[in-house]
């Protein structure tokens, strides 16, 4: 089978990055770009031996611009799959038409729950006891767009934005590679209605419940 190449997006400590670095997807080539030339998830990349390259949001005056500048780096590694991976970035609709049906999305929370930024301490706030992360294709409304997958955890007693986000984390390096590996395998498609479409065996996993919530009686 042909190598595949894959560019993933990051703007920071790159957790997820090593997540799919680690997860030994089958055939294909691994590029990071960040938006910050001090992520600390390039150290990482760099180290591992993969390509790397920087775009500085900074360094554009306009979002066109940077988003322009960004496309041809991804372009440069002739991407089949853009992973955004803590990219924290608002991408035109230019461009996220340019990479429609490669380009994924990992999000902390259970969309359509959610959306933004501090996601853990707005589920603390809302009080809700299921909370998760969700894998889905981007469109141009900010963390939205069909999604792939999506693991939930329970919400506990005790539990501050730190302690839930370590547990909602952990999910998230199970299953951004899981999407990753379907879309690999052919098993991943968005129709042109902008629906997911998983084969059989994919999507019973994709729906798979991660937790049951127990009751006192039980
Ligand atoms: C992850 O929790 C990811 O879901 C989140 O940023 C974190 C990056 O961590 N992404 C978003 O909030 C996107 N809206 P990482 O750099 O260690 O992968």
Same mark, same amino acid.
């Given at each position: 089978?042909?190598?595949?190449?894959?560019?993933?997006?990051?703007?920071?400590?790159?957790?997820?990055?090593?997540?799919?670095?680690?997860?030994?997807?089958?055939?294909?080539?691994?590029?990071?770009?960040?938006?910050?030339?001090?992520?600390?998830?390039?150290?990482?990349?760099?180290?591992?031996?993969?390509?790397?390259?920087?775009?500085?949001?900074?360094?554009?005056?306009?979002?066109?611009?940077?988003?322009?500048? *960004?496309?041809? %780096?991804?372009?440069?590694?002739?991407?089949?799959?853009?992973? &955004? !991976?803590?990219?924290? +970035? $608002?991408? =035109?609709?230019?461009?996220?038409?340019?990479?429609?049906?490669?380009?994924?999305?990992?999000?902390?929370? *259970?969309?359509? %729950?959610?959306?933004?930024?501090?996601?853990?301490?707005?589920? &603390? !706030?809302?009080?809700? +006891? $299921?909370? =998760?992360?969700?894998?889905?294709?981007?469109?141009?409304?900010?963390?939205?767009?069909?999604?792939?997958?999506?693991?939930?955890?329970?919400?506990?007693?005790?539990?501050?934005?730190?302690? &839930? !986000?370590?547990?909602?984390?952990?999910?998230?390096?199970?299953?951004?590679?899981?999407?990753?590996?379907?879309?690999?395998?052919?098993?991943?498609?968005?129709?042109?209605?902008?629906?997911?479409?998983?084969?059989?065996?994919?999507?019973? !996993?994709?729906?798979?419940?991660?937790?049951?919530?127990?009751?006192?009686?039980?």
């Amino acid at each position: 089978m042909k190598s595949r190449s894959i560019v993933i997006l990051i703007s920071g400590r790159g957790s997820n990055m090593r997540s799919l670095v680690e997860a030994n997807l089958p055939d294909c080539r691994i590029a990071v770009i960040s938006n910050r030339p001090d992520a600390a998830g390039l150290a990482y990349a760099r180290e591992r031996g993969l390509a790397t390259a920087v775009v500085d949001h900074r360094a554009h005056a306009t979002r066109p611009a940077f988003d322009a500048a *960004l496309a041809e %780096a991804i372009d440069a590694h002739g991407a089949d799959l853009v992973v &955004l !991976a803590g990219f924290m +970035r $608002i991408l =035109g609709v230019d461009f996220v038409a340019r990479y429609q049906g490669r380009l994924l999305n990992i999000h902390p929370s *259970l969309l359509p %729950a959610f959306p933004g930024t501090h996601t853990h301490a707005q589920a &603390l !706030a809302a009080g809700v +006891r $299921i909370h =998760g992360c969700t894998v889905h294709f981007v469109t141009p409304a900010l963390d939205s767009g069909p999604i792939v997958i999506q693991a939930a955890v329970p919400v506990l007693p005790d539990d501050d934005p730190d302690t &839930l !986000a370590a547990r909602v984390l952990a999910q998230e390096h199970v299953i951004y590679p899981q999407a990753v590996r379907w879309f690999l395998a052919g098993q991943l498609q968005l129709t042109a209605a902008g629906q997911v479409r998983l084969s059989a065996g994919a999507g019973r !996993a994709a729906t798979a419940a991660l937790i049951a919530p127990q009751t006192d009686a039980a």
